[in-house]
């Protein structure tokens, strides 16, 4: 079980990971050439600009007006984008498996980071459930998904302290993460692919087109 | 919860049309605009939103209705377009109904809510593919179609007969050479610098605005023309009912117009969604690349003329005044810069609105909604309770505004809400206070 997860397991995972990615991208591409408007349109300069208006924290009005949203938010994605990568257990893998060597975090470092994440989980979860600007757009499938982001960060982190048995979460951990890599091209996760497009066409068209700022 | 007063408002446009409609038809339609008619942009629309809701905030129509949920622009495209493609458009006419009350009554295309929107989707894009839908199927508020029909037969939005649009010229160009000798309307005057064009409304109800602008142009010696034939309407409702093909005709007219005249620029009269129209959306949808000469809104034009000193200033406003930052010449142009230089230049007393500049709140009137009409009128100031309050907060006695439905929208505001105020084009202000050569004044 444990070769299997990971071995050929991982391996469908990164394959329909880059692979839905590289499809969702080079489709998307296709498309936006049809459209008369997105490609002559698009530039770097309003573009970036409008990117860094909204990766900068309190760049942006609608930023400034939700503070906690705002912090939680950023945390949350750093937090969430950082840890899987430099997590030591997984730059032992990187070296194991492919010689890399890689960049690793303390273990303290990388056990806060996690609680971060899974703090940010509780956080979004409940806003979907309370607020009712959220609630009124929310389905179960958005909270599915907030528990396949949250799931490895929990498997990773009780394997990690080793509260269970570990042959048993560390597959839970695998699978979990799997699910985590397979969403993303295929669900909302996507912008995680997108939001550098949707937001730097926006900011072209409101830079080079109307003369105006979108943040 | 959909407001039942407004949910249960009869138009002749949406509940008889929908009457006929087969569900075949209404899948086609919705399945060739989501395939045929658009791309790259609504596909990633659709799958980047995360269902944050933070867009809510950005829309008046949210703010003004108690926070309303409904109300916020996610919950709009939830209810209309996200339907649509979780259906396959296999949608009743029970939810056509409330799709075209919400993409038609309940939003302006302001483009607000993308300036909020974490990702930059285009949320006003997707309410006006749901609009271009309804068009389709021909469900679309009566008096909003009624607007569209006009573009289709006269080529101007209100019916205007070309013996009424000349003598209406005559006959402003009389008024105004009362005040100054010698003022002319040049019309047809081939390879004049600039054509002048104007929204049908104007001559149909307002035809003073032109009076003040011929005023203007003779006072800076400006070399301008207008046309006798189709082409001198650069309103645009079609657009905003979704009859792109009309659209795209009206646009063609207008900028042919100005191709036969020979002008260098065309300037145009104090609108909004005109601007649009003839600068983005006419030219986008024929295919080209922009407006085949410079498009300058009056705006524009003031602050040149002012700030380059062409225009003399005599006295100044000495009431409190304000101003309303129209959409597409604010979010869609970046003029609130010179629009406030203008004002400053005309007014004493200038108090701005909060928030300003392209976070100023839509009027609830343009992108087509005042233009359906009086059965939708108590819907748009439920609407727009939060314009009335930004107002007030102001203090001000006077609302500049220099875009039609702005002014008609603020208006309605201002009598629904007894806020006592009234409002003004910038050109109105410009009388009051310019040197008028060769009259008793100067």
Redesign the interface.
Same mark, same amino acid.
């Given at each position: 079980m444990y070769e299997f997860a990971t071995g050929p397991l991982v391996w469908i995972a990164f394959i329909l990971f880059v692979g839905g990615s590289i499809y969702k991208l080079m489709s998307?591409?296709i498309?936006?050439q049809?459209?008369?408007?997105?490609l002559?349109t698009w530039n770097a300069k309003f573009g970036l600009r409008?990117v860094m208006h909204?990766v900068v924290p309190f760049a942006s009005?609608?930023q400034r007006?939700?503070p906690v949203?705002t912090v939680v938010s950023f945390v949350f994605h750093l937090c969430l984008l950082i840890t899987p990568l430099f997590v030591m257990g997984h730059a032992v893998l990187w070296k194991q498996s492919w010689g890399i060597r890689w960049f690793s975090l303390p273990a303290w470092a990388a056990d806060i980071m996690t609680l971060v994440v899974i703090g940010g989980f509780f956080f979004f979860f409940v806003r979907?459930m309370v607020?009712?600007? +959220? =609630? !009124?757009?929310?389905t179960w499938k958005?909270y599915v998904l907030l528990l396949i982001v949250v799931a490895p960060f929990i498997t990773g982190f009780v394997a990690h302290q080793q509260w269970l048995p570990y042959s048993t979460i560390i597959i839970a951990h695998i699978v979990t993460g799997v699910l985590w890599l397979i969403a993303i091209p295929f669900t909302?996760l996507?912008?995680m692919l997108?939001?550098f497009?949707?937001?730097?066409?926006?900011?072209s068209?409101?830079g080079s +087109? =109307? !003369?105006?700022?979108?943040? | 919860m959909a407001d039942p007063v407004d949910a249960a408002v009869v138009d002749q446009g949406i509940d008889d049309r929908l009457k006929g409609l087969s569900t075949e038809r209404i899948r086609d339609v919705i399945n060739r605009v989501l395939t045929k008619e658009s791309?790259?942009?609504l596909?990633?629309?659709l799958?980047?939103?995360?269902?944050?809701?933070?867009c809510?905030?950005?829309c008046h129509t949210?703010l003004s209705r108690d926070?309303d949920?409904?109300f916020?622009p996610?919950?709009k495209v939830?209810d209309t377009l996200w339907e649509m493609v979780r259906r396959k458009g296999d949608v009743d006419t029970e939810f056509l109904k409330k799709a075209a009350r919400i993409a038609f009554t309940e939003c302006g295309a302001c483009r607000r809510c993308?300036?909020?929107c974490?990702?930059?989707?285009?949320i006003a894009y997707l309410i006006m593919t749901v609009r271009r839908i309804c068009s389709l199927l021909g469900v679309v508020p009566q008096y909003l179609q009624d607007t569209t029909n006009s573009h289709a037969v006269t080529m101007n939005q209100m019916w205007v007969q070309q013996d009424d649009w000349i003598d209406t010229l005559m006959w402003q160009e009389e008024d105004a050479a009362d005040e100054i000798p010698g003022l002319r309307i040049p019309l047809d005057k081939e390879g004049a610098d600039i054509m002048y064009s104007v929204i049908a409304p104007e001559p149909k109800i307002l035809a003073q605005l032109i009076a003040n602008m011929a005023m203007i142009f003779h006072a800076v010696g400006a070399d301008w023309t207008m046309p006798s034939g189709d082409g001198w309407d650069n309103s645009n409702m079609a657009m905003y009912s979704g009859d792109f093909e009309v659209m795209g005709r009206v646009e063609k007219a207008h900028w042919e117009a100005a191709m036969d005249l020979r002008v260098k620029r065309m300037v145009m009269g104090e609108c909004g969604h005109a601007y649009r129209g003839a600068v983005?959306d006419g030219p986008?949808w024929l295919?080209w690349?922009g407006p085949p000469i410079t498009m300058v809104h009056a705006v524009e034009y003031y602050y040149d003329i002012i700030s380059s000193g062409k225009l003399k200033i005599a006295r100044k406003i000495e009431e409190p005044v304000t101003v309303q930052d129209p959409c597409n010449i604010?979010?869609?142009?970046?003029?609130h810069k010179k629009l406030r230089y203008v004002i400053n230049a005309l007014c004493e007393d200038f108090r701005d609105m909060e928030?300003r500049y392209?976070?100023n709140y839509c009027c609830a009137a343009g992108g087509g909604i005042i233009n359906c009409g009086p059965p939708w009128k108590l819907s748009r100031m439920k609407s727009i309770k939060v314009k009335a309050e930004q107002i007030a907060d102001t203090g001000a006695e006077i609302v500049v505004t220099p875009c039609h439905n702005c002014h008609s929208g603020i208006e309605d505001i201002i009598g629904h809400y007894n806020l006592g105020t009234h409002v003004q084009f910038i050109s109105e202000l410009i009388i009051k206070t310019m040197e008028k050569p060769g009259s008793e004044q100067t």
């Open positions: 998307m591409l498309l936006a049809k459209e008369k408007s997105v002559p409008s909204w009005r609608n007006m939700h949203m979907r607020a009712p600007e +959220v =609630r !009124n757009v929310n958005d909302w996507s912008h997108w939001f497009f949707s937001r730097s066409y926006m900011g068209e409101f +087109v =109307r !003369n105006a700022r979108d943040w | 791309a790259a942009r596909k990633v629309y799958d980047t939103c995360v269902h944050c809701g933070l809510s905030e950005a949210y926070r949920p409904d916020a996610v919950a939830k993308s300036m909020y974490p990702f930059g989707i285009d983005y986008k295919g690349q604010v979010r869609g142009r970046g003029l928030p392209e976070h």
